[in-house]
């Protein structure tokens, strides 16, 4: 199991690998009309509708040892740290098999 641990707002947040029935209920929790399938989630509306409220209503779910006021008084570039974490501790097989799939997919493009 993959683990990383990463300083936000002054705590230091263990991000631990979960397993995947674990994220599938994440997902579903985060976005209950998801029915947990992740490819249900409309990332585009998500953005567009992006305030800070969905940041203190959502990190917390994620990690619970946050509240609303560690958000708050986090940084930009902890919140970056700790999304980064959380893929690369539990997507980075994914992560290293899109970029030869995405090359091999570029390369049988027809050239012009």
């Known amino acids: 199991m993959r683990s990383r641990i990463v300083s936000f707002a002054g705590k230091d947040i263990n991000v631990q690998e979960k397993k995947i029935g674990e994220l599938e ?12 399938d992740i490819s249900r989630v409309d990332l585009g509306k998500l953005l567009g509708e992006a305030n800070f409220d969905l940041l203190y209503s959502k990190l917390p779910k994620i990690f619970p040892e946050l509240t609303k006021e560690d ?6 570039s902890e919140l970056e740290a700790l999304v980064e974490a959380l893929v690369d501790v539990n997507f980075l097989g994914i992560k290293r098999l899109l970029k030869p799939m995405l090359s091999l997919a570029q390369a049988g493009l027809p050239q012009k």
């Open 25 to 36: 209920a994440l997902i579903r929790e985060l976005f209950p009309e998801s029915k947990g």
């Open 71 to 76: 958000v708050k008084n986090a940084y930009m």
